[in-house]
């Protein structure tokens, strides 16, 4: 789906998921070459940035697990950055392109604004719009810590193993999706520079300041629920630890007993005490005795 947009002598091209026929009519239209328009046509599995006499082509990926629309939680945005256009291609929906676009729509909201006089400014409020939408990403990150935070000191550790590694797997996908990002907008800060001139430099900068910021707060995550695992799996380790505990002394008080049963088991001509008057009650009160003599000890040696 092709969808045009034109606010102050500067052109926006939207393509959702193009076809041949699209990608060939902006490619004449725009003199982009055949190896780019190619590349339009389906995903890229890496972010890049190349220059061209007319334009820049720019491959960054987004991670995305609340506001994806399709399989995929790496949403791809190719860029094609020129001085009076900007094209972009998505293949999915992507809610931050969306809510720019109604934005882009109404004119007076952009002229009060200042979004400038080239396509540069264009993708400078695109880029911001998609970062801040990875701040909401990241809240629902911060919400599910602080949630297993909250379990694991109710007494639910075992259910926390396997939240605290989607979790992990989760920042895990973000890091290495935005792993690229820095290079990128690093080689994009250069041929920007270049392509738009030194007046375009602090919002370049700025642009490379969010994913710096971004980038810290999955790092603060990352931390965060690495504590949250060594915490849970102590506290695992602490009630394996009292279960072995208890059963250890059950099995060191019980053994006794049993072989005191089993002496008085056995098929011999003579066993003391047997055949005397409560016999019976005589044999239990040595196994009672025996077994309060016990835990005394082990109250005494404070192992309970």
């Known amino acids: ?6 606010h102050n002598n500067v052109t926006w091209i939207d393509l959702e998921s193009p076809t041949k026929e699209e990608v060939h009519k902006v490619m004449e239209e725009y003199l982009i070459y055949p190896i780019v328009a190619e590349e339009l046509l389906m995903p890229t599995m890496k972010p890049k940035v190349d220059v061209y006499d007319n334009y820049i082509y720019i491959i960054l990926h987004f991670p995305a697990f609340r506001h994806t629309h399709g399989s995929e939680q790496n949403q791809e945005v190719d860029f094609i950055v020129g001085k009076d256009f900007i094209i972009t291609t998505r293949y999915d929906t992507i809610d931050p392109l969306h809510k720019f676009s109604k934005v882009f729509e109404v004119n007076s909201i952009l002229d009060k604004s200042g979004i400038g006089k080239h396509a540069g400014y264009i993708f400078f409020f ?18 599910a810590l602080e949630t297993i935070e909250f379990d694991i000191f109710s007494g639910h550790e075992k259910e926390m193993v396997v939240s605290l590694s989607i979790v992990s797997k989760d920042l895990l996908n973000f890091k290495q999706a935005l792993r690229l990002h820095r290079d990128v907008l690093e080689s994009f800060e250069i041929a920007g520079l270049k392509f738009f001139g030194n007046l375009f430099s602090h919002e ?62 056995m098929n011999t001509d003579y066993l003391p005490i047997v055949g005397y008057t409560n016999d019976f009650w005589i044999v239990m009160s040595v196994m009672l005795i025996f077994t309060i003599s016990i835990f005394i000890l082990f109250k005494y040696k404070k192992w309970l």
């Open 126 to 143: 695109m880029i911001k719009k998609l970062y801040k939408a990875l701040e909401h990403e990241l809240e629902y990150i911060d919400d």
């Open 1 to 6: 789906m092709l969808t045009r947009y034109t």
């Open 204 to 265: 370049i900068k700025s642009i490379i300041g969010e994913y710096y910021r971004i980038n810290s707060t999955i790092g603060a995550h990352i931390d965060s629920m690495r504590e949250l695992r060594e915490t849970n799996n102590s506290l695992v380790s602490t009630k394996q630890n009292e279960v072995m505990k208890v059963l250890t002394i059950m099995a060191f008080v019980t053994f006794p007993l049993s072989l005191i049963a089993s002496i008085f088991g």
